[in-house]
């Protein structure tokens, strides 16, 4: 499966989320500590899910990207 990752940046770390798996976070100092723990995190959220005979969310949400024009 492939889900949708969103990734922001604090003040001295960064964070990320899964919005089809709500309660799936991690946190790292740059953005490919924070995905690597992400998907730890991920695979462990998920057996839990499976222990307990909960569905596994299917990925739905889409990314794209909105450019604009600077202003003159």
């Given at each position: 499966m492939r889900y949708s990752v969103v990734i922001e940046k604090g003040e001295?770390?960064?964070?990320?989320?899964?919005?089809?798996?709500p309660g799936c976070i991690a946190t790292g100092g740059t953005?490919?500590?924070?995905?690597?723990r992400?998907?730890?995190a991920l695979e462990m959220h998920l057996a839990g899910l499976r222990e307990d005979g909960l569905p596994i969310p299917?990925?739905?949400?889409?990314?794209?990207?909105?450019?604009l024009e600077e202003a003159s």
């Amino acid at each position: 499966m492939r889900y949708s990752v969103v990734i922001e940046k604090g003040e001295k770390n960064y964070s990320a989320y899964l919005p089809d798996v709500p309660g799936c976070i991690a946190t790292g100092g740059t953005p490919e500590i924070t995905i690597k723990r992400l998907a730890e995190a991920l695979e462990m959220h998920l057996a839990g899910l499976r222990e307990d005979g909960l569905p596994i969310p299917e990925p739905s949400t889409q990314v794209d990207y909105i450019t604009l024009e600077e202003a003159s």
